[in-house]
């Protein structure tokens, strides 16, 4: 202890004076600990359950990573020891912190390379929705279809934990398979009559007439099976017999029509008139029904039932003979073997992998069955691609399971899956496929240049706007995160909400296309944004220095405002993803700012810093307001409270600095009646005023960011929860970052490269 108590001293001229082996475990850093943190943490302390102390020496941190971690965080953010405990000396406190960072940052690979396991997992929606469109050229939009997708894990949706397949989503499966083969093998044609009489009813069983006689409340019904889902018209001849009547037209014991029969003229010979209606069915068995609903007899002279095929579009069959390999129109003479040669293209493309024996004649049973029912030839191979769509192998991707304990490398087919679903959302394309079937993907130096291959393609826009969007929460701006209505009805509208979600994806984007420094996420001195954004920040295409068009297209519903452009923001007040009015939003209440959400978001999103929930009896701030205290006084306040003031004096100063900003991200000078103070001190001691000043201090911090980002970034693209043991993964992935000019592109690629990425193990039993 007596050397721990010379530590200040030497520590005053800075934290990192000293190097990380100049401190001692045993006589340094446990004593220390135990003095500050033993009453709570005491390691024979039963009720003790956070017992970091009770590793001896310092290999013993690594069984215990995610504690020592935790440490470390709460040491480095003053939110422990608790404000009524005896406090170590700033220096004695960053001494500590970094020397456990050190050890856990030199050890994390001490254990040797980890790369776990990923749990099958059903395709999300975004996935699903871009495979169909790859492998079969339909685009159809899910979200109103199928049930949102949870997030698990690193808080992506993506994670297999949560990618379940409930019986209600089975259900929509069924149902928009039937509505994507629609678009891909057109329903065979149905113009079918039948005569009154072929119709089958109790009523009229002795006339030798084509006509059938129905009496008040009779009906009479044929059962059609018909093939693919559309619009069909029925059509029913009918006369009065004496007089005028009703008719109910039915489909499957629905009334789909009721019409008026006219009383025959007198002395006119009878005459049916015809009533029709048009309703839309899916492929099956129905019953099409006329039933006399009127006081009156009737006869029904005829039934007709059609589904006349709208004229086929080039595009359609385009996709037609791609799947099937024949002319659109033709039959092919040998069915079976046509049906064959299609599922043996098909197969491998939506298994993502070849066929496996006997798979290709599992699903042609089921187009041989439909042949010797005499079914049509397109009808029996829907049937056929239906069951592959609506398969395990397709809807979830699946992996061989490891044989081994110990790392070793996944299928070539399984790591262009992993690549293309990562940056794209969707299948293998044909080159990925080809390095697959040649074994190129084991080759570092391919997998890198895959990364710049796919990384330039517009299907990138899938990882952009889908780990943005769920890193930084800002998908929910517009859904869940919306201002109240009441209070801003006059700057408030769907576009402006709709460019706040698109703009941290340009961003990024921007970032990844040109190589740039991924720290440029905080650090931008520019703005991407179209002429409703530019205008809502008080900026213009001529203030900047630089405007630059952008390539790549937002949704439609953004096109009436113009493309996004880079345009300069020199002043301090804009740049970056602090800057944006989406973040802004989604970091306030619908009502008012809050700087605890702000200074929350910062720690939590961009630094990895775990903000624990507040005590359950410590009030609101709108209850415990008194008086016309501003926000910041309010705060104040707060911070007097002992339970609030270790977690608020590290959430509320970078909340403080985006004071200038309002609800909905545009600069205010003035607040409740006074001048905005962005001014904020951080537990540290380190003030700063406002947007530029938060940013300095986080570029001090971008190892932080760094690290936590890397973190994201592999959660994404594994799918899964990370655990202690992915930290040396983590590590190896900053690095890799670091060596490539510090680039989200680098990152990516160290992903890719990352053990992890590209091998699987079992799990030891314990």
Known sequence: MIRFLVLPALLVCSTHCLAADSLSFEHDIRPALQQYCGDCHAPDDPKNHVNFLKAARPEDLSGMRSLWGSAAEQLRNRTMPPPDEEQPTEEQRLAIADWISTRLRETACEQGPYAGMVTSRRLNRSEYQNTIRDLLGVEIDVNGRFPADGSGGEGFDNNGETLFLPPLLLERYLETTDEILGK??????????????????????????????????????MVLRIFGAGEYEIVVDVAAVDQASHVSLKVDGIVAERFEVPAPRENQQRSPIQGRCRID?????????????????????????????????????????????????????????????????????????????????????????????????????????????????FLFRLEDLPKSTNPEPIGQYEMASRLSYFLWGTMPDEQLFELARTNQLADPAVLAAQVERMIADPRIRYFVEEFTGQWLGTREVGGRVAPDTSKFQNEFTTELLLGFREEPIQLVHHVLKNDRPLLELITADYVIANSRLLKHYGLTEEKGDQKEEWPWSPAPSLEKDGPFMLVEAKDGTRGGLLGMGGVHLLTSYPTRTSPVLRGGWILETLLGVHIPNP????????????????????????????????????????????????????????????????????????????LPGLKKLLQERKSEFYLHFSRKLLGFALGRSLEDRDDCAIQQVMEGMLNRNESLRGAIVSVVLSTPFGCHQLEEES
């Open 184 to 221: 891909v093998l057109p329903a065979t044609a149905i113009d079918v009559t039948f005569s009154g009489r072929d119709l089958n009813s109790a009523a009229d069983q002795n006339r030798d007439t084509k006509s059938r006689l129905l009496e008040p409340g009779q009906a009479a019904e």
């Open 281 to 393: 069915l899916v492929s099956g068995f129905h019953q099409f029904s006329v039933q006399c609903s009127g006081n009156a007899s009737i006869e029904v002279d005829a039934l007709r039932i059609r589904l006349q095929r709208e004229p086929i579009s080039a595009e359609r069959r385009a996709r037609f003979e791609k799947l099937t390999g024949t002319q659109f129109g033709s039959q092919p003479e040998d069915p079976l073997a046509a049906a064959r040669a299609a599922l043996k293209r098909f197969l491998p493309q939506a298994f993502r992998r070849p066929a496996i024996d006997g798979e290709v004649d599992r699903y042609l049973a089921l187009f041989d069955r439909g042949q010797e029912r005499g079914d049509p030839y397109e009808e029996n191979l829907r049937l056929a691609i239906k069951a592959v769509i609506v398969s395990t192998p």
């Open 615 to 690: 005590p359950p009896d410590v009030p609101e701030l709108s209850k415990s307001k008194k008086g016309k205290m501003t926000v910041r006084e309010q705060l104040a306040m707060h911070r007097d409270h002992a339970a609030c003031s270790a977690c608020h004096n590290l959430i509320d100063p970078p909340g403080f600095a985006l004071e200038h900003y309002d609800v909905l991200g545009r600069w205010r000078d003035e607040q409740e009646g006074g001048p905005v103070d962005a001014t904020a001190t951080f537990p540290s001691g380190e003030e700063v005023d406002g």
